[in-house]
């Protein structure tokens, strides 16, 4: 009996950590046929969008625009078994794909995979400690000054192709503007012509939805307004389409510059090549030495991590907007990401992360589970299999265009003053950010970011009030005492102020305020720095002779001071039940005890 019994239980922990890792188990059961066409018409809209963006940031990346699609088919069949939140859509992005070009420069898809690879690796390694929560540590200005220095770094790089003007290479936004002053010259007209066309297309295209009014409930303005709706859904492909019509008609030597042969089919499945050729010292050469595995390593730097961390934040962070209602898991995020990441490794795909305009539209187009990742999927590799011979036509200022239209609108300094106002720590942080991000590297950027936050957040401890409250009792008015609240926990970063108050109020009012009481009511943690602390305050206040008084003093700090050397006689003298009781042991003992402990 008691052997079925143990069985049963390690089906019913089996099948929990089955549904836990594979959140298809718990949507799937629930599926209906109804659900299917609301996954086709998000899933065919996500991969309208997400066809020429992959393109586009495969050429961000440096690559050519046949490896963002092998991302993007791969990673909408992952996130099917692994996601947590319907509306999340991954694949390339903006942001990583600048992340890679970054870490591993122009032609070198190699060293974009293996970036990949890697970050995958690493988001399991995390996920595998469990520590999804500590994405938190990551505060909203950081998030918010990283996205707008990224978001205008990537628009800046795109100026090239967008101008179509020859410039040596660049990483960094400063180095883009640069680039464009020293080759104003060189700018071709056609190519600007055409660049400003797309992008005003788009633009408009994006916004079209807002000539209808909302409030009209009149048949046809509802009819319009579904077909404004489809044509801005599907702007980034009717822009591509009329650009590369415009291209191909033009003859065989348009005014301006094309994307180019676009190499059909599906990747072959290969090992990532673990030991680069090192193409960081010359690009031009034909023969270039064969770095080791470790060697390998070291020249990729950081690039994987940071390539990892924000993949993970920007999916958690679009989780959370999106994932009202559903069971959203920073940890399985990690999961997903990792296995996506690691299986592109072995097609040759680049960096993913949750986008955030692809996800917008799916959840606008009314997706109903993870399923519609399969049409996307789907659509994608009829697109390689079928439609890459049209892709020679597009021109590189309409793919400039869209990337640009996409990043402008994360682009938002209306937060500032909203910042400002409630917090102007949180300015700082932000501008720490912002700045770092766009004048120095992404990388730095974050990493200034994380620093200054974590800064912040040290010094609100370190530089803490504890404002006094001067009592009077009510009965005896020549007893008088002072009570102070501490904010937070009793960890070693409150300590330090917890003793210079004590310290100064017990040296200034000892001799009017002979007692002084610590609301240890937010003291639910604590650590060895803080109980010790309290002992010395207590030993310390008694030279000054000044009474101490904990209230609220609780089981588990009691025990702890206990261990910490307080005998248990004096424990037992002094133990206070409630505030309610204060007075009357603050008259018992104001000139008999040194330290109480209420």
Same mark, same amino acid.
């Given at each position: 009996m008691e052997d079925s019994m143990s069985n049963v239980t390690r089906n019913e922990i089996f099948k929990e950590k089955v549904c836990n890792h594979f959140p298809i188990t718990q949507w799937l059961p629930k599926y209906s046929y109804k659900d299917v066409f609301g996954d086709?018409?998000? #899933? %065919?809209?996500?991969? *309208?969008? /997400?066809?020429?963006?992959?393109?586009a940031y495969a050429i961000l990346a440096g690559l050519s625009p046949q490896f963002g699609l092998y991302s993007s088919f791969l990673a909408p069949f992952v996130y099917i078994f692994l996601g947590s939140c319907r509306q999340v859509t991954i694949g390339p992005t903006a942001v990583s794909a600048l992340l890679a070009f970054e870490t591993c420069g122009r032609n070198f898809p190699d060293c974009v995979v293996l970036v990949s690879f890697y970050s995958g690796i690493i988001q399991i390694v995390l996920y595998l400690l469990r520590i999804g929560h500590f994405v938190a540590l990551i505060s909203d200005p950081v998030t918010i000054g990283f996205t707008n220095g990224a978001a205008l770094t990537i628009a800046s790089s795109q100026l090239k192709g967008f101008f179509g003007f020859h410039s040596s290479k660049s990483t960094h936004f400063l180095g883009y503007w640069e680039s464009i002053f020293k080759n104003w010259a060189t700018i071709s007209i056609p190519d600007a012509i055409m660049g400003f066309s797309c992008l005003l297309a788009l633009l408009i295209l994006q916004n079209l939805k807002l000539l209808i009014c909302q409030q009209s409930i009149d048949s046809d303005k509802r009819l319009l307004k579904k077909i404004f709706w489809i044509l801005s859904v599907c702007r980034n492909v009717i822009v591509v389409v009329c650009a590369s019509i415009v291209a191909y008609t033009w003859g065989s030597t348009?005014?301006?510059? *094309? %994307?180019?042969?676009?190499?059909s089919g599906l990747p072959d499945v290969t090992i990532p090549n673990f030991?680069?050729?090192?193409?960081?010292?010359?690009e031009t050469v034909t023969e270039v030495e064969t770095l080791t595995f470790f060697q390998t390593l070291s020249k990729l730097g950081f690039g994987p991590s940071m390539v990892a961390l924000v993949a993970i934040l920007q999916n958690v962070a679009i989780s959370k907007a999106y994932g009202s209602g559903q069971?959203?898991? #920073?940890?399985q995020e990690m999961l997903s990401l990792g296995v996506a990441s690691i299986f592109g490794g072995f097609i040759s795909a680049q960096p993913v992360s949750a986008s955030f305009s692809r996800s917008a539209l799916n959840d606008a187009s009314g997706v109903r589970s993870q399923f519609s990742g399969f049409f996307t999927g789907t659509i994608v590799i009829i697109s390689l299999s079928a439609l890459t011979p049209t892709f020679y036509y597009i021109p590189k200022a309409t793919l400039a265009a869209v990337i640009i239209s996409a990043v402008i609108v994360l682009v938002d300094f209306r937060i500032i003053p909203k910042m400002w106002r409630i917090n102007k720590k949180d300015t700082l942080t932000y #501008? /720490? %950010?912002?700045l770092s991000s766009l004048l120095i590297s992404m990388e730095i950027g974050i990493g200034v970011g *994380? #620093?200054?936050?974590?800064?912040?957040? *040290?010094?609100g401890f370190l530089t803490a009030k504890l404002i006094p409250e001067f009592k009077t009792d009510e009965i005896e008015p020549t007893i008088q005492y002072i009570i102070l609240r501490p904010p937070s926990g009793l960890q070693f970063p409150e300590v330090d102020t917890l003793r210079k108050y004590v310290n100064h109020y017990s040296l200034k009012y000892s001799d009017t305020h002979p007692v002084i009481v610590i609301d240890c009511l937010k003291w639910q943690e604590f650590d060895f720095t803080g109980v010790a602390a309290v002992s010395s305050i207590l030993q310390a206040a008694q030279r000054n002779r000044t009474s101490i008084i904990l209230l609220h003093c609780s089981e588990k700090l009691r025990g702890a001071l206990k261990t910490s050397g307080l005998s248990e006689l004096e424990l037992l003298r002094i133990i206070c039940a409630n505030e309610l009781s204060l007075n009357q042991l603050v008259r018992k003992n104001s000139t008999e005890i040194t330290s109480l402990i209420c």
């Amino acid at each position: 009996m008691e052997d079925s019994m143990s069985n049963v239980t390690r089906n019913e922990i089996f099948k929990e950590k089955v549904c836990n890792h594979f959140p298809i188990t718990q949507w799937l059961p629930k599926y209906s046929y109804k659900d299917v066409f609301g996954d086709f018409v998000a #899933g %065919t809209s996500v991969a *309208l969008a /997400a066809i020429p963006q992959s393109m586009a940031y495969a050429i961000l990346a440096g690559l050519s625009p046949q490896f963002g699609l092998y991302s993007s088919f791969l990673a909408p069949f992952v996130y099917i078994f692994l996601g947590s939140c319907r509306q999340v859509t991954i694949g390339p992005t903006a942001v990583s794909a600048l992340l890679a070009f970054e870490t591993c420069g122009r032609n070198f898809p190699d060293c974009v995979v293996l970036v990949s690879f890697y970050s995958g690796i690493i988001q399991i390694v995390l996920y595998l400690l469990r520590i999804g929560h500590f994405v938190a540590l990551i505060s909203d200005p950081v998030t918010i000054g990283f996205t707008n220095g990224a978001a205008l770094t990537i628009a800046s790089s795109q100026l090239k192709g967008f101008f179509g003007f020859h410039s040596s290479k660049s990483t960094h936004f400063l180095g883009y503007w640069e680039s464009i002053f020293k080759n104003w010259a060189t700018i071709s007209i056609p190519d600007a012509i055409m660049g400003f066309s797309c992008l005003l297309a788009l633009l408009i295209l994006q916004n079209l939805k807002l000539l209808i009014c909302q409030q009209s409930i009149d048949s046809d303005k509802r009819l319009l307004k579904k077909i404004f709706w489809i044509l801005s859904v599907c702007r980034n492909v009717i822009v591509v389409v009329c650009a590369s019509i415009v291209a191909y008609t033009w003859g065989s030597t348009p005014p301006f510059h *094309l %994307t180019g042969f676009v190499e059909s089919g599906l990747p072959d499945v290969t090992i990532p090549n673990f030991c680069l050729e090192n193409r960081w010292v010359n690009e031009t050469v034909t023969e270039v030495e064969t770095l080791t595995f470790f060697q390998t390593l070291s020249k990729l730097g950081f690039g994987p991590s940071m390539v990892a961390l924000v993949a993970i934040l920007q999916n958690v962070a679009i989780s959370k907007a999106y994932g009202s209602g559903q069971r959203i898991d #920073g940890n399985q995020e990690m999961l997903s990401l990792g296995v996506a990441s690691i299986f592109g490794g072995f097609i040759s795909a680049q960096p993913v992360s949750a986008s955030f305009s692809r996800s917008a539209l799916n959840d606008a187009s009314g997706v109903r589970s993870q399923f519609s990742g399969f049409f996307t999927g789907t659509i994608v590799i009829i697109s390689l299999s079928a439609l890459t011979p049209t892709f020679y036509y597009i021109p590189k200022a309409t793919l400039a265009a869209v990337i640009i239209s996409a990043v402008i609108v994360l682009v938002d300094f209306r937060i500032i003053p909203k910042m400002w106002r409630i917090n102007k720590k949180d300015t700082l942080t932000y #501008g /720490a %950010t912002f700045l770092s991000s766009l004048l120095i590297s992404m990388e730095i950027g974050i990493g200034v970011g *994380l #620093g200054v936050s974590i800064f912040v957040f *040290l010094y609100g401890f370190l530089t803490a009030k504890l404002i006094p409250e001067f009592k009077t009792d009510e009965i005896e008015p020549t007893i008088q005492y002072i009570i102070l609240r501490p904010p937070s926990g009793l960890q070693f970063p409150e300590v330090d102020t917890l003793r210079k108050y004590v310290n100064h109020y017990s040296l200034k009012y000892s001799d009017t305020h002979p007692v002084i009481v610590i609301d240890c009511l937010k003291w639910q943690e604590f650590d060895f720095t803080g109980v010790a602390a309290v002992s010395s305050i207590l030993q310390a206040a008694q030279r000054n002779r000044t009474s101490i008084i904990l209230l609220h003093c609780s089981e588990k700090l009691r025990g702890a001071l206990k261990t910490s050397g307080l005998s248990e006689l004096e424990l037992l003298r002094i133990i206070c039940a409630n505030e309610l009781s204060l007075n009357q042991l603050v008259r018992k003992n104001s000139t008999e005890i040194t330290s109480l402990i209420c």
